[in-house]
């Protein structure tokens, strides 16, 4: 099932949800190797925010997506 677009269509629809109930700005952290996660983050409007941060459960990528 990888690969066809459940994914995005999925937090795709979350996202429209949180934004319809009032969210100004959604954030997520995937670890800055997953190119293609943070491929499907930058599709649907998120953008890097920052450098790759070291934290106690890893690497992380911070990204925002605004409204």
Same mark, same amino acid.
């Given at each position: &099932? /990888?690969?066809? !677009?459940?994914?995005?269509? #999925?937090?795709? *629809? %979350?996202? %429209?949800? @949180? #934004?319809?109930?009032?969210?100004?700005? /959604?954030?997520?952290? +995937?670890?800055?190797?997953? $190119?293609? *996660? /943070?491929?499907?983050?930058?599709?649907? !409007?998120? $953008?890097? #925010? !920052?450098? +790759?941060?070291?934290?106690?459960? !890893?690497?992380?990528? +911070? &990204? @925002? *997506?605004? %409204?």
């Amino acid at each position: &099932m /990888i690969g066809i !677009g459940h994914g995005s269509a #999925f937090i795709g *629809a %979350r996202m %429209r949800a @949180l #934004f319809d109930a009032g969210a100004p700005v /959604i954030a997520t952290d +995937p670890h800055p190797a997953n $190119e293609r *996660a /943070i491929a499907v983050y930058k599709k649907l !409007g998120f $953008e890097p #925010f !920052g450098s +790759p941060q070291a934290t106690r459960w !890893g690497l992380i990528l +911070p &990204m @925002l *997506a605004r %409204r």
